[in-house]
């Protein structure tokens, strides 16, 4: 069973920056394809951004591209989300996810591909 944990939420000004962290045990992290999501009120849980297994790769949803970088250092088993120029639509609560199950090598974009979450942490911008 992985175990994800996120770190790293808080309030922040609009313009300003956060850097969230998830870190896994119980599994084999640099055999997991990982991805960030994010969940407002009321509102669907939406794909942020995802890493391949190695961090070469990356691949964001358009409304974060060049604000928002994904990378992995699996010598920490750890995974992290820099959020720069944070927007008031930013608020959500963010979760950090792997995919466990399967062996592609593809994107995966929806919440569904994904088997394990971390609790979530809340991320707040104030304009």
């Known amino acids: 069973q992985v175990q994800l944990v996120e770190s790293g939420g808080g309030l922040v000004q609009a313009g300003g920056s956060l850097r969230l962290s998830c870190t896994a045990s119980?599994?084999?992290?640099?055999?997991?394809?990982m991805g960030w999501f994010r969940q407002a009120p009321g509102k669907e849980r939406e794909f942020v951004a995802a890493v391949s297994r190695g961090g070469s790769a990356t691949y964001y949803a358009d409304s974060v591209k060049g604000r928002f970088t994904i990378s992995r250092d699996n010598a920490k088993n750890t995974v992290y989300l820099q959020m720069n120029s944070l927007k008031h639509e930013d608020t959500a609560d963010y979760y950090c996810?792997?995919?466990?199950?399967?062996?592609?090598?593809?994107?995966?974009?929806?919440?569904?591909?994904?088997?394990?979450w971390g609790q979530g942490t809340q991320v707040t911008v104030s304009s």
């Open positions: 996810a792997a995919v466990t199950r399967r062996w592609d090598t593809t994107f995966l974009l929806s919440p569904k591909d994904y088997d394990a």
């Open positions: 119980g599994g084999t992290f640099s055999s997991y394809r």
